[in-house]
């Protein structure tokens, strides 16, 4: 229903705060506090508005049970939308983190972007048509004889929204779906990623403006309330394309180095045995770091970090080795020296440290900090 996330996405797409309720084929599925707000709002205007009207013979508190279902069907057809977004991607080999449904709708937060035109089509326009066929299969189960009155006008209301759903999402605007499907035409046509994503996003941001103009204008007529939600959404789109934009110009600009040509060769490292008091005394205060390797028989273990180091009272720390608070060495506070840069990148942002161990043949060849990665960003910038 909202803009689609991708790798390295800055909030509001990859949110804090998300809650995972379930898992489907592996993938998790999240809701943001937000979803709650947004989940009220949507049933008490249904209860107070849409069903009162529909359903005048029957008391109110069907009214309140009828706009409470309704609410929670329409985020079932979103998650709907989300998902085939999410089967359709994994098809294609990206990995996909999480569905998660929040204040806008919902995000298929994706890992990888993808590599070709033809993958970005069919992951973008699967969704509107899933939101199509809900509203199809919605249709013929509201037309079906025998069905109550509530259960008709709460099956008609999804057929409505899943077709708003579906068109408001074929804008071609983005990181709208319409957007993206977008971007894979000018994608195959210019031969030009970059060139296509601006193309596109500069067609979001006009979606944006037109969203937040059509807002104020309902707020001047006294629709305050709705007025608000169409600038609240023009100016998350307004963020999400710009963001989207920046991550594909990041992607371009990191992907052409390798970890070997920004990481640092001459690391201090620690051992697993050593205490805690040790490797203040003579690692972080006298190098002013926040983290360090451990190295075990020449083969990196793990990284041990100054804020683990505090999780431990000071009167304790002389008797606690470092392997006991440390964090051991995965695939998240790892890379290769060959690796992309972009890829680096991609674990130095999510991992919570910003460090990663650069192991070779499992021995230490080298440091990666998130302040490396800036650093290199900026003289590239400035060049």
Same mark, same amino acid.
């Given at each position: 229903?909202?803009?689609?996330?991708?790798?390295?996405?800055?909030?509001?797409?990859?949110?804090?705060?998300?809650?995972?309720?379930?898992?489907?084929?592996?993938?998790?599925?999240?809701?943001?506090?937000?979803?709650?707000?947004?989940?009220?709002?949507?049933?008490?205007?249904?209860?107070?508005?849409?069903?009162?009207?529909? $359903?005048?013979?029957?008391?109110? !508190? %069907?009214?309140?049970?009828?706009? =409470? #279902? &309704?609410?929670? *069907?329409?985020?079932?057809? +979103?998650?709907?939308?989300?998902?085939?977004?999410?089967?359709?991607?994994?098809?294609?080999?990206?990995?996909?983190?999480?569905?998660?449904?929040?204040?806008?709708?919902?995000?298929?937060?994706?890992?990888?972007?993808?590599?070709?035109?033809?993958?970005?089509?069919?992951?973008?326009?699967?969704?509107?048509?899933?939101?199509?066929?809900?509203?199809?299969?919605?249709?013929?189960?509201?037309?079906?004889?025998?069905?109550?009155?509530?259960?008709?006008?709460?099956?008609?209301?999804?057929?409505?929204?899943?077709?708003?759903?579906?068109?408001?999402?074929?804008?071609?605007?983005?990181?709208?779906?319409?957007?993206?499907?977008?971007?894979?035409?000018?994608?195959?046509?210019?031969?030009? $990623?970059?060139?296509?994503?601006? !193309? %596109?996003?500069?067609?979001?941001? =006009? #979606? &944006?403006?037109? *969203?937040?103009?059509?807002? +104020?204008?309902?707020?001047?007529?006294?629709?305050?309330?709705?007025?608000?939600?169409?600038?609240?959404?023009?100016?998350?789109?307004?963020?999400?394309?710009?963001?989207?934009?920046?991550?594909?110009?990041?992607?371009?600009?990191?992907?052409?180095?390798?970890?070997?040509?920004?990481?640092?060769?001459?690391?201090?490292?620690?051992?697993?045995?050593?205490?805690?008091?040790?490797?203040?005394?003579?690692?972080?205060?006298?190098?002013?770091?926040?983290?360090?390797?451990?190295?075990?028989?020449?083969?990196?273990?793990?990284?041990?970090?100054?804020?683990?180091?505090?999780?431990?009272?000071?009167?304790?720390?002389?008797?606690?080795?470092?392997?006991?608070?440390?964090?051991?060495?995965?695939?998240?506070?790892?890379?290769?020296?060959?690796?992309?840069?972009?890829? =680096?990148?991609?674990?130095?942002?999510?991992?919570?440290?910003g460090r990663l161990a650069v192991v070779e043949d499992g021995g230490l060849a080298?440091?990666?900090?998130?302040?490396?990665?800036?650093?290199?960003?900026?003289?590239?910038?400035?060049?």
């Amino acid at each position: 229903m909202g803009p689609d996330a991708r790798a390295g996405h800055p909030a509001p797409v990859t949110m804090t705060g998300a809650v995972t309720l379930f898992r489907v084929v592996g993938i998790p599925v999240r809701v943001h506090a937000s979803w709650l707000v947004i989940f009220g709002l949507i049933a008490w205007s249904l209860s107070v508005g849409y069903f009162p009207q529909a $359903l005048p013979d029957v008391p109110v !508190a %069907a009214h309140w049970v009828s706009g =409470a #279902v &309704a609410a929670l *069907l329409l985020f079932v057809s +979103v998650f709907l939308h989300e998902l085939s977004h999410a089967i359709v991607a994994r098809r294609a080999g990206l990995r996909v983190s999480a569905i998660t449904l929040h204040v806008f709708g919902g995000v298929s937060q994706l890992e990888d972007e993808p590599g070709s035109p033809g993958v970005e089509f069919r992951i973008a326009i699967v969704g509107p048509l899933t939101s199509f066929l809900v509203a199809g299969v919605t249709a013929l189960a509201a037309a079906a004889t025998g069905a109550s009155p509530m259960a008709t006008a709460i099956l008609q209301y999804l057929v409505l929204v899943n077709i708003v759903v579906g068109v408001f999402n074929l804008v071609p605007g983005f990181p709208l779906d319409g957007g993206r499907v977008l971007r894979a035409l000018l994608w195959k046509v210019k031969g030009d $990623l970059q060139a296509a994503t601006a !193309a %596109a996003t500069r067609a979001g941001e =006009a #979606v &944006a403006f037109v *969203l937040i103009a059509i807002g +104020v204008l309902r707020g001047l007529t006294g629709e305050f309330l709705g007025g608000l939600w169409f600038i609240l959404i023009g100016l998350f789109l307004r963020q999400a394309a710009a963001g989207s934009y920046q991550q594909v110009v990041l992607r371009r600009a990191l992907s052409s180095l390798a970890v070997r040509d920004v990481m640092t060769r001459e690391v201090f490292h620690v051992g697993p045995d050593l205490p805690l008091t040790r490797v203040a005394d003579d690692f972080f205060w006298p190098h002013h770091v926040s983290s360090f390797p451990v190295v075990e028989d020449g083969r990196v273990i793990g990284i041990v970090s100054i804020h683990q180091l505090g999780d431990i009272p000071p009167g304790r720390r002389a008797e606690t080795p470092v392997r006991q608070v440390m964090r051991a060495l995965d695939d998240s506070l790892a890379a290769a020296p060959g690796d992309s840069l972009w890829a =680096a990148f991609e674990k130095l942002s999510r991992n919570g440290l910003g460090r990663l161990a650069v192991v070779e043949d499992g021995g230490l060849a080298g440091y990666l900090s998130l302040k490396d990665v800036l650093h290199v960003l900026g003289l590239r910038r400035g060049s």
